[in-house]
């Protein structure tokens, strides 16, 4: 039997089972590489045959998290021969200089989101800053990589699962599915722009089911807009679901919403479930971000603006269209970036370079 190369992940950023990619790469790689996942416990238990996962527990005090992980990597990685690989979180570049003996490679899944422009701006200088302390970098979109500063960095793009196999139809009855995070994404918006459309187009058949979560105010916000608005009979809430449990809502679904604000910091960072959304097979209403008109054809999905009258607007484009939908033209336009794929073209070579 041929000895498996070592590989060790580090992830102080993304409780257990909140970053997708993350899951992926491990699932995928397990054949091939030894690993040791360290990082912090998420709402629900989380195994992947072949991979060791160290789940430290999280506490809600940020200097005892970091006290705690720094302790746990430290130990490891004394004893440990292989490659390490960084999932960004703030001083990182502190385990590279500890354990130079090591090959690094340090991986940057987003820029900084605050809506501080001074706190962007810091922070994205403190990432610049790490990212020479590394031997390679790699990020998930040549606008991000462009925003970094550094020549070399190699990119390693999200991938997506076709969480649902069902053959879709394309009728009068508009079946919206909304999948995400409610933190900074105006999500009242969109039921405005449903109750808007709703008024000009008083025959349509229309549910919106909203699978995430949020901080509590978020929440109240949105159940707030659906009470004011009259949609208690055609909105539900359902609250966080783990990725396999998705299956379900993708299933009854035709329209996917894709609603990021347009700004420049979310400008650049691809949206995995528009992604998820169009190799399920759903129609996708997406705001005209960078990253998103880049993903959205026509015959795929319309771009719209980030307000009330934009979602509105995309919505009458499906009745527009339809007729004319074709399930196996939206659900096989985005099959390069199944995740066996991403992993064999992007991820592989990465670790193959780490490991020479």
């Not at 491990?26 to 160290?54: A, N, R, W």
């Not at 000009?200 to 229309?206: G, L, M, P, Y």
């Not at 208690?232 to 919403?257: C, E, R, W």
Request: proline share 4%; glycine share 8%.
């Amino acid at each position: 039997m041929l000895t498996k190369n070592k590989l060790m992940i580090l992830d102080a950023q993304h409780p257990l089972g909140t970053l997708t990619d993350l899951l992926k790469w491990c699932e995928y790689l397990s054949g091939d590489y030894d690993i040791t996942l360290l990082c912090f416990k998420g709402h629900e238990p989380v195994e992947i045959k072949g991979v060791k996962i160290v789940a430290l527990r999280y506490f809600m005090s940020k200097t005892i998290r970091n006290v705690l992980f720094a302790f746990n990597a430290v130990w490891r990685l004394l004893t440990f021969r292989g490659a390490v690989f960084v999932v960004y979180f703030r001083h990182c570049g502190v385990f590279r200089r500890l354990f130079g003996n090591l090959p690094f490679h340090m991986d940057i899944r987003s820029l900084s989101v605050d809506r501080d422009e001074r706190v962007r701006k810091r922070e994205n200088e403190f990432m610049k800053r790490e990212c020479v302390r590394f031997d390679s970098v790699s990020s998930l979109s040549p606008g991000v990589i462009r925003q970094l500063g550094r020549g070399d960095i190699k990119l390693l793009p999200i991938g997506a699962d076709k969480i649902s196999e069902k053959t879709k139809i394309y009728d009068k009855n508009l079946r919206l599915l909304y999948v995400g995070t409610f933190l900074g994404r105006h999500l009242e918006q969109v039921l405005e722009g449903i109750a808007i459309f709703m008024k000009r187009n008083q025959d349509a058949v229309i549910t919106f089911d909203i699978v995430g979560s949020g901080e509590p105010s978020d929440e109240a916000i949105i159940n707030k807009y659906i009470e004011d608005l009259g949609l208690q009979d055609f909105v539900v809430m359902h609250g966080p679901v783990s990725h396999t449990a998705l299956a379900k809502y993708f299933d009854d679904a035709n329209i996917g919403i894709s609603y990021i604000p347009i700004t420049d910091y979310y400008n650049y960072q691809p949206p995995t479930k528009t992604y998820e959304y169009i190799r399920s097979g759903l129609y996708t209403i997406a705001t005209a971000t960078y990253e998103n008109r880049q993903l959205i054809k026509s015959g795929i999905g319309t771009l719209i603006k980030d307000t009330p009258e934009g979602l509105a607007s995309g919505l009458e484009c499906y009745m527009k269209e339809h007729d004319s939908l074709s399930y196996d033209n939206i659900s096989s336009s985005l099959d390069g970036s199944s995740w066996p794929i991403v992993i064999d073209r992007y991820m592989r070579p990465i670790l193959s370079d780490l490991n020479r």
